[in-house]
C-alpha cells in the first residue's frame, strides 16, 4: 500500500502552516513513534525513518506536553552528509489527549495528537468499571475528539450482564457496542474500514483485548496478544510503546500501552459537561457556592435522598472534583516556583551592562541597533 500525505492527515490548514514557514529545503512529517533519543516520521516519498529534535524547539517548549509527539506534524530539514534530518519546527496541533502523569507530579502527559476519535475498549466482566468509563469520557470530550466504547468479549458473559453494561455506558451519552474483537464482531461500520485521514486512537486496560481489536483492524498479527494473569486477574501488557500506524482503509491508529490508572487533566468546566444532569441541579441550589456536602438548600443532596441520584454517581463526582481542584492547586504552587527561579535567573543575567545589552537585543530583534 502505498502511503499518500492524505492519509496521514494532512489537510489545507497544515499546507498553510508549512508555507509560512518559507523554508523549500524542509519537508512536512507526521511523528509515528518516539524513543528516548530520537523520533520516527513517516513523510511523503520517504517512508519512515529517524530524525533528531532542534534545540530551538526543545528550548521553546514550556512543558514536557509542548515538545513534539506520536500523532504531531513537524517540519524537517534533511540536512546534509551523514547526519540525521532534523526537526525544526512543530505545526499547530488540532487537539491533544492528555491524561495526568502517573505518580504524584502535576505534569501533563500527552497520549496522542491531532485525533479525531477516541476508542476506549473495555469488557463486560473483570475490568468493567463505570467510574473509570467516565473518567476517560471526561479526557475526551476535553480534547475534542469523538469518544466510542466497545464492550469486548461478549461471548465470555451471559446476555444480561452485557445488556446492563451496554445500557449503563450509553446513559452516560456515549456510543457503546459490544464485540468480539478475535472475531472481529459487533464493529460500527466505520471501525470496520477506518475513513482515509481519520486518525483513531485505542486506550483501556491491558488484557481486556486491544491488541486483537487492533490486530482485526489491520488484519495482521501486528501486535502480540496476551491473555489475563491467572493468579491477579489482572491483564498482561502486550502494547509496550505508543505508536501511529496506517490502516488497510487509508485511516490512522494511535496505540497506547495498556493504562494501569487514568488521572485527570482536565478543568471544573470539562467535568460539568461531563456531569450535566447534576449541573442542571447545581443550578438549583439555594447558594451558588454551594459545596454540595452540607450546605443548607442543596438540590443534588435533596435528589440523593429522593433515589433519583445514585450514591456512586454522586461520589464519585464530589471525587473528581476534589482531584482536579487538587491539580490545579499543585499547578499553581509549581507555576510560582518557576516564577521564583525565572526571576533569579534574570536578577542574575542583568547584573552587568554587556548582560542587559545582550537580553535587550533578544527581547527585540528586529530593532535598530545604532552605533
Known sequence: MTVTMEMLGWNADLAAAFAALQSPAWYPARIIRETRHNFTVIAKGKGDHEVVLCGKVWHDAQCDADLPTVGDWVAVDPGTGKDLPVIRALLPRRNRFSRKAPGKSCAEQVIGCNVDMVV????????YNLRRIERYLT??????AKPVVLINKEDLVAPETMQQACAEVAALGV????????????????????????TIT???????GKSTFVNSLLGDEWLETGGVNEVTGKGRHTTVARELVVLPGGGVLIDNPGMREIQMWTDVASLRAQFDDLSQLACECRFADCSHRKDAGCAIRAAL?????????????????????????????????LERVSKR???????????????????????????
Open 345 to 371: 535567573e534574570k536578577r542574575h543575567l542583568l547584573r552587568n551592562r554587556e548582560d542587559r545589552e545582550d537580553h535587550a537585543r533578544d527581547m527585540n530583534p528586529h530593532r535598530r541597533q545604532l552605533h
Open 120 to 127: 476506549l475498549v473495555t469488557d463486560a466482566a473483570g475490568d
Open 175 to 198: 456510543e457503546v457496542y459490544p464485540i468480539v474483537a478475535r472475531w472481529k464482531k459487533g464493529y460500527p461500520k466505520y471501525l470496520r474500514r477506518v475513513p482515509k485521514g481519520t
Open 202 to 208: 485505542v486506550v483501556g486496560s491491558s488484557g481486556v
Open 305 to 337: 435522598e429522593s433515589g433519583s441520584l445514585t450514591a456512586e454517581r454522586y461520589e464519585h463526582f464530589l471525587n473528581l472534583e476534589n482531584e482536579i481542584a487538587e491539580l490545579e492547586r499543585r499547578s499553581a504552587k509549581r507555576q510560582m516556583t
Open 139 to 144: 479526557l475526551i470530550r476535553k480534547c475534542g
